[in-house]
């Protein structure tokens, strides 16, 4: 029988799976549930299955901010419901459509990572190592 504590491991890996579906780094899951990184780290070398699952929700995460950075970029709608109240009683509710306008830096912040040699803000200069000096007259 080996020695030392038992692993947290088992009370802990469903709560690490939501974590990273959150989209919580290695880092800060373990500080949530009071571990270092290292031990999630060796959590993963020595559970493969966890680790697949982790990478798997890390990626659902990133997907969603993705799609939403998307939608930001060129406008969306969505669904709604409008409450009137009077003195704090709902009194009546209406359904709508919410639209959001494109958002200008989300479109930009999209192009420039998904299509850098395109949208880059870096300008390139070229120099052909001459250097040409006016030629100045002085006369009396």
Known sequence: MAGGRPSKFEDMKDILLKLAAKGFTDAQMA?????TEQTIN???????Q??????EWKIKADEEVERSLYEKAIGYSHSDTKFATHEG????????TKHYA???TAAIFWLKNR???KWRD???TEH?????????KITK
Request: aromatic fraction near 10%; glycine fraction near 4%.
């Open 42 to 48: 060796n959590w993963k070398i020595a559970h493969p």
């Open 122 to 124: 870096k300008t390139e």
């Open 89 to 96: 009683q709902i009194t009546d509710s209406v359904e709508y």
């Open 102 to 104: 494109p958002d200008t």
């Open 50 to 55: 966890f680790f697949e699952s982790l990478k």
């Open 115 to 117: 299509q850098p040699d």
């Open 31 to 35: 500080d949530v549930i009071g571990v």
């Open 128 to 136: 052909s190592g001459e250097i040409k000096m006016p030629i100045i």
